[in-house]
């Protein structure tokens, strides 16, 4: 019923043990796929008996979920993050069920995650207080509804019950495999070679879950440990990543809407400016290096949509991510 695919980037330890877990529980997929982009080839699941091992020619997540993608035979895929660590090992079973009595295409689950990049980029006030929620609104941020999306990869918080989203968080996705046929995004894949992206997995998960009915488990199955990540190297970078791919996450979000695409630039570019109002207001009433990198950050990853198109063309013109695939697939069949 299940593949389970895994891309790993430089984390031997952390990806071994976590196959060891996924073939002790009950109900394990019935292929476990690791796509690994380290700099070396981790030899025990290259030679595995229970591991379909593919080396990626790119250190590039999205390609690498693109991999697992053509390798998976099985109905579902399981997208999972190399540094995830079990707390309830029922989490198949469970999630089998789950599929086999409702009508739904994707399911995701409860994480204890904790997030360095969270610990370094915390803003102090207390965006609760009712003068905040007044400048969001005037700021183009929506009264945001529980588990749903919208322009500028802004979304609900996830309920805390079992219910039906919009979105996935990224470490954990269960989808049908059909239906991902139209969400992998060359555009995407050059965004991530260039380091000039971020929110990979509510692109993926929203092209579906804007449609389709996506099902949210509350019960937390797994733990995100505080381990360094390999997309975040500084605050102000961070940011501009973050500025920039708000635009391609609306375009995406007005696409799959069919509305029309003169929306997400507006919004867009009036989000920004308030975004860098409130950030310049910030460093003035708080002057902070954080404070003046988020706001530097900001104003790079705006200048950047107006110099930078998302066309593969634009980013990368020198790769064809269908050849790049179809060579590392064939260095592993």
Not at 173 to 201: H, I, N, P, Q, Y
Request: charged fraction near 20%; hydrophobic fraction near 40%; include cysteine.
């Amino acid at each position: 019923m299940f593949s389970l695919v895994i891309a790993t980037y430089n984390r031997p330890v952390s990806v071994a043990k976590l196959v060891s877990e996924i073939n002790s529980c009950d109900a394990a997929p019935c292929q476990i796929i690791v796509i690994d982009s380290s700099d070396e080839i981790n030899k025990d699941l290259s030679i595995s008996p229970i591991v379909t091992y593919a080396r990626s020619s790119h250190k590039n997540q999205p390609y690498q979920r693109y991999l697992g993608y053509l390798l998976a035979n099985q109905e579902w895929i399981i997208y999972m993050d190399d540094d995830l660590e079990f707390i309830d090992k029922d989490f198949f079973t469970d999630i089998s069920l789950k599929i086999n009595s409702t009508e739904i295409v994707g399911i995701s689950v409860g994480i204890d995650y904790q997030s360095i990049i969270q610990e370094k980029i915390k803003v102090s006030y207390n965006s609760s207080l009712f003068f905040f929620k007044i400048i969001n609104y005037l700021s183009g941020v929506p009264a945001r509804d529980t588990g749903k999306v919208y322009l500028a990869g802004m979304v609900g918080a996830l309920p805390k019950k079992e219910g039906v989203v919009q979105y996935f968080n990224g470490p954990l996705m269960v989808l049908k495999k059909e239906l991902l046929a139209d969400c992998f995004d060359f555009v995407l894949f050059s965004l991530f070679e260039r380091k000039l992206a971020m929110g990979e997995d509510k692109a993926i998960s929203m092209s579906i879950g804007l449609k389709n009915n996506l099902l949210y488990l509350p019960k937390q199955y797994f733990k995100h440990p505080p381990i360094a990540s390999h997309y975040f190297s500084d605050i102000k970078s961070f940011q501009k990543k973050v500025s920039y791919s708000r635009l391609y996450l609306s375009l995406i979000y007005t696409k799959k809407n069919k509305s029309n695409m003169i929306l997400p630039y507006l919004h867009y570019y009036y989000f920004s400016v308030w975004r860098i109002l409130i950030s310049t207001f910030r460093v003035l009433v708080k002057p902070s290096m954080q404070n003046l990198q988020l706001l530097s950050g900001i104003i790079e990853g705006v200048m950047l949509t107006l110099t930078l198109p998302f066309t593969v063309t634009a980013i990368t013109p020198m790769i064809d991510w269908k050849e790049e695939a179809n060579n590392d697939i064939q260095r592993t069949t």
